[in-house]
């Protein structure tokens, strides 16, 4: 499985972006999908995660009311759509595919890695 991320950038305090996250080479259905984030400095924190049906998700406390995690099976993408962003978000944003189909907030559980895609919130 291939992820490839996007939809970074630079944005305004209290602006929105929404991430994608396009898995190829196998059927994205049986995975769980998750979002980390790594800021400068800082070690990879757990962001978001839906299960393979789309019916289960979870986010880490810092974001809960602020994103929304979503897929679309149809098109082999993952988003995240991100509201209200604030300086302490910027950070490279990863997504990654857990076999199994079910979530989990723990990064070595996740089998494969995008290669992340930069947020930068200005203040």
């Known amino acids: 499985v291939q992820l490839q991320a996007s939809g970074g950038g630079l944005v305004q305090s209290g602006g929105s972006l929404r991430l994608s996250c396009a898995a190829s080479?196998?059927?994205?259905?049986?995975?769980?999908m998750g979002w980390f984030r790594q800021a400068p400095g800082k070690e990879r924190e757990f962001v978001a995660a839906?299960?393979?049906?789309?019916?289960?998700?979870s986010y880490t406390d810092s974001v809960k009311g602020q994103f929304t995690i979503s897929r679309d099976n149809a098109k082999n993408t993952v988003y995240l759509q991100m509201n209200s962003l604030k300086p302490e978000d910027t950070a490279v944003y990863f997504c990654?595919?857990?076999?199994?189909?079910?979530?989990?907030?723990?990064?070595?559980?996740?089998?494969?890695w995008g290669q992340g895609t930069k947020v930068t919130v200005s203040s």
């Open positions: 990654a595919a857990r076999s199994g189909g079910l979530i989990t907030i723990v990064g070595i559980n996740y089998d494969y």
């Open positions: 080479g196998r059927p994205s259905s049986s995975y769980a």
């Open positions: 839906i299960s393979w049906s789309g019916g289960r998700t």
